[in-house]
């Protein structure tokens, strides 16, 4: 990269142009003594130095062209790369850029995080006590310390077990809300937003960003005291045209579930990968199926019942802490079954842990109860009941996508997403259903970059009082 530096510093003393005014177009080809290993045998990819330039690369004949613009990011800058394939060597003929020491428009505009702990009044009611102040990062574009102007905002709701900091961390596909944002208002690929990532887990794994007298009420931390504290501290267009909601996984069934609820809050919804059951749904996931399941449930049930409400409360949080310290799959989903019962299926009247649980024993028989087994198939269910429901309000929305991988390891998943799109079709009502040949999260970051960010570029309103 050095090498480079040099070979781009010496080429603007040539033409007496600061490095700082490098725009322009550049071949990259194989006469040059130069060579740089970026990322061999990769196809996609991006890489950050400490340099003030922005490379794109892209294909032309036979040949590598990098379109090079200065980008002042601070003290970083950001390299996308189309297509890499082995090692590059450099030698540069050009269209040399304009003479005289300019900057670019782009001189300093990059967007920030935030990370904020908010009041989270509408979690008071939980009976296993939620912290009633909750975490969320905040993204802000590149314009908004030098402008007045008001955003539209996106709010991304995280899944099961995602803290919200991996969103920015890279777990997924590298993926890091600032950079990507940055990068695509950057290339022109989408406007300028501001984008919310509310906090959605709990010690159980996740909340489902539903009303639970149990967990919470998760559906109104996000409408009412996520939204009022966004709308209060920043310039955000706070009319439902200007504001999109999504998520992956637990988060994209929340974002349709609260959009479904809200369209007078939210006018747009993209749910990434959602957890959405069929009518068989529930019975493919698993986590009621199998004796030896039912027995634990039930015999954990009975050990907590002995307890002071206080210990028992105590040692249920010790109990699944020590579920997914198992790093065990069954364990896991063991804790997931809690989490959603605690969400779909809670019962203040009861001890710890609060479910109603559609199994009880009489004797030595394990009796079904069929009205609490219908809380557990519609909480990722019931969408037969719920889109005739709320038709007209899906009818209000201006934007509705699921977006699912066909090769989900979930299986439920796929058959859930295109069950409620045959229900939505069924009744008239606008979707679009995006698949791609992958998994649950293993296409994450360019359903996000390329999929849904311009898509929300495409029809969120920019401008106030434009649009119902």
């Known amino acids: ?51 003030d330039f922005h490379f794109t690369c892209n294909e032309f004949a036979d040949n590598l062209v990098w379109d090079i613009t200065t980008h002042f990011a601070g003290d970083r800058a950001v390299m996308e790369i189309d297509e890499v394939d082995g090692f590059f060597y450099a030698g540069i003929e050009a269209k040399i850029p304009e003479k005289g020491n300019h900057r670019p428009k782009n001189y300093g505009r990059t967007g920030q995080i935030i990370r904020e702990t908010i009041p989270a009044p509408s979690l008071t009611n939980g009976l296993l006590n939620p912290p009633t102040r909750q975490p969320v990062i905040i993204y802000l574009p590149p314009s908004y310390n030098r402008s007045k102007k008001n955003y539209p905002v996106v709010y991304f709701l995280p899944g099961f077990t995602s803290p919200i900091e991996e969103y920015i961390t890279g777990v997924y596909q590298g993926f890091d809300w600032k950079n990507s944002m940055d990068s695509l208002i950057f290339r022109g690929k989408i406007k300028e937003m ?19 007298p149990v967990t919470g009420n998760w559906e109104d931390f996000i409408v009412k005291d996520v939204i009022g504290h ?44 959602p957890a959405l059951f069929d009518e068989n749904g529930l019975s493919e ?24 409400d206080a210990q028992a409360k105590q040692q249920y949080r010790s109990f699944i802490r020590s579920l997914y310290s198992a790093h065990s799959i069954s364990e896991y989903y063991r804790a997931f079954s809690y989490a959603y019962g605690s969400a779909f299926s809670p019962n ?12 009880r024993k009489s004797g030595e028989k394990v009796i079904l109860d069929s009205a609490i087994l219908k809380n557990y198939e519609d909480g990722f269910g019931g969408w037969a009941t719920k889109i005739n429901r709320y038709r007209e309000n899906f009818r209000k929305l201006h934007l509705m996508v699921i977006d699912y991988g066909c090769n989900d390891k979930a299986r439920w998943i ?20 995006l698949t791609y040949q992958g998994g649950h999260n293993d296409h994450l970051r360019d359903r996000i970059e390329n999929h849904m960010l311009p898509a929300f570029s495409a029809h969120l309103h920019f401008e106030s009082g434009t649009g119902k």
């Not at 033409?15 to 177009?25: E, M, N, S, T, W």
């Not at 996931?285 to 002071?308: C, D, N, T, Y």
């Not at 203040?348 to 109603?356: F, L, V």
């Open 285 to 308: 996931h698993g986590m009621l199926s199998g004796s030896e399941k039912i027995e634990r449930f039930l015999a954990k049930e009975r050990e907590l019942a002995q307890l002071p």
């Open 414 to 433: 796929p058959g859930g997403c295109r069950h409620v799109s045959g229900l939505l079709e069924a009744a008239n009502i606008s979707h679009r259903v």
């Open 348 to 359: 203040k009247d009861k001890k710890t842990p609060y479910i109603d649980y559609p199994f």
């Open 230 to 273: 966004i709308d209060s501290r920043y310039r955000t267009i706070p009319e439902a045209v200007s504001r999109a909601i999504c998520g992956n996984s637990m988060g994209g069934f929340g974002a349709l579930n609260i959009a479904m609820k809200h369209p007078d809050i939210y006018k747009l919804v993209y749910s990434l990968s």
């Open 194 to 212: 501001i984008v919310v990532l509310p906090n959605g887990g709990n010690f159980l794994g996740g909340s489902f960003y539903v009303n639970s």
């Open 1 to 51: 990269m050095k090498q480079l530096l040099l070979a781009l510093i010496l080429l603007a003393t040539v033409f007496h142009q600061p490095a700082i005014g490098l725009d322009g177009r550049y071949r990259i080809c194989q006469s040059s003594s130069i060579q740089f290993p970026f990322l061999p045998s990769a196809r996609k990819g991006s890489w950050t130095s400490d340099v």
